[in-house]
């Protein structure tokens, strides 16, 4: 059934593949777009210029702008947030709460989590995810009816880097190896999670759920990983071998510069990730995992994934 959705951060990362997965499943969409927002970069006008061609209608606003959310949701069933992880950004996400919460019709909101379940880690071990599990509050609090969802690492940050957050694409000479670089991690393409999260929108079953994509040929150890690509290329890569100590230097001294709040941000995901072992496909008694309830839809596998950096 055709259903109607307003999207949040639809010129996003991730959000693009929210578009592509709505589309495709014959939804349609009315995406709240800033009219002025942090960098009005050449690729960000091509994507808008191509929605205004497809079947994406525009709502000008900004998560701050509760007449906005008002107006877009009078008009839609559901409600898909992806913003980003900065924590005011965060926070706003409150706002999609209250309007929703008065909005009997809307049917689920997703607001945006798409990392490691924050649940499993400690308060100020990953300062974003402290306020994503915040979130997590204020919707249940709301009454309003969500899907929380879980994804560990994104592909294109955790594949392409080989596990080195922040790198674009794989190194050509060096990569830093965390701890004993054996930890899984459990990874999935953000296309793949668009459209696992786009069939759990308008399933019962995962009505006031957190649910997780862990595809299971997706957990990787980094060592596991950087072997991988060096098969594909022939090439060897020297190893830069990181303690969890000297991780947490790095996190202490990023946490007293606040200009260094990006990097902060990666390394203590990295440590989650690589040293704690907090994404490697674990899963707290109340999460359904949508691989498991979805056989049907597929996933693109590490290996394949790596396959996109080969020829560039
Ligand atoms: N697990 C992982 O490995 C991983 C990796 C990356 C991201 N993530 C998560 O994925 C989610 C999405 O991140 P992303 O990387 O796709 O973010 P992104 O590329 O930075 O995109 C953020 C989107 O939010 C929009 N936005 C920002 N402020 C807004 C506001 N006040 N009102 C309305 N829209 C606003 C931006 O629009 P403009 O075009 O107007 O700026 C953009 O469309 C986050 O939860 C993030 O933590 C997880």
Not at 194 to 223: C, G, M, S, W
Not at 267 to 285: F, N, T
Request: net charge neutral; charged share 30%.
């Amino acid at each position: 059934m055709q259903e109607r959705v307003l999207l949040i951060g639809a010129t996003g990362r991730l959000g693009q593949h929210f578009v592509k997965a709505l589309q495709s499943e014959g939804h349609s969409i009315l995406a709240l777009i800033r009219k002025d927002p942090a960098t009005d970069d050449p690729h960000r006008r091509e994507l808008l210029a191509r929605y205004a061609r497809s079947r994406v209608k525009v709502l000008d606003g900004g998560l701050e702008d509760v007449a906005a959310l008002e107006r877009g949701m009078h008009e839609v069933d559901a409600v898909i947030s992806c913003i980003d992880h900065r924590p005011d950004h965060l926070l706003l996400q409150s706002n999609i709460a209250e309007v929703a919460a008065r909005f009997a019709h809307i049917s689920r909101v997703i607001p945006s989590q798409f990392g490691i379940d924050s649940r499993l880690y400690g308060e100020t071990r990953v300062e974003h995810g402290d306020f994503k599990r915040k979130m997590q509050s204020v919707f249940q609090d709301a009454g309003v009816p969500f899907s929380f969802v879980h994804t560990n690492g994104l592909a294109n940050e955790w594949v392409g880097s080989l596990g080195q957050l922040g790198l674009p694409r794989p190194p050509t000479e060096q990569v830093e190896v965390y701890g004993t670089g054996d930890i899984r991690f459990s990874v999935v393409a953000l296309e793949d999670v668009a459209r696992y999260a786009v069939r759990a929108l308008f399933d019962e079953r995962t009505r006031n759920k957190h649910v997780a994509i862990i595809p299971p040929d997706n957990i990787v150890t980094q060592t596991q990983l950087i072997r991988m690509w060096e098969r594909k290329t022939g090439r060897t890569l020297r190893r830069a071998p990181v303690s969890s100590a000297a991780l947490d230097e790095r996190i202490e001294g990023f946490g007293r510069d606040p200009s260094k709040r990006p990097l902060l941000a990666m390394a203590q995901l990295v440590r989650a990730a690589w040293i704690d072992g907090l994404g490697d496909g674990r899963r707290l008694p109340d999460v359904l995992e949508l691989t498991e309830l979805y056989p049907d839809i597929g996933y693109r596998s590490v290996s394949e994934y790596l396959e996109r950096y080969v020829d560039e």
